[in-house]
């Protein structure tokens, strides 16, 4: 079964998103290595939700591929 790359630039909304996430997982991170506790004792849970919905935000965009 032949597959293709499915080419598609990123829309400004899917740009948007990324940016977002990207801010969300530098703060969180940041505030873990700084020890800022913005989030009162939960900073590794806040920081591992962070990078799991980034995963899973990131692989809905990701380029697919699609049948020939």
Not at 31 to 43: A, M, Q, S, T, V
């Amino acid at each position: 079964m032949p597959v293709e790359w499915d080419p598609a630039p990123p829309t400004t909304k899917q740009r948007i998103v990324a940016a977002v996430l990207v801010v969300l997982m530098v703060l969180t991170s940041a505030n873990l290595f700084f020890e800022w506790r913005l989030f009162h004792g939960y900073d590794k849970p806040a920081m591992g939700a962070s990078f799991l919905i980034a995963l899973v935000v990131f692989d809905r965009f990701m380029p697919g591929v699609r049948d020939v």
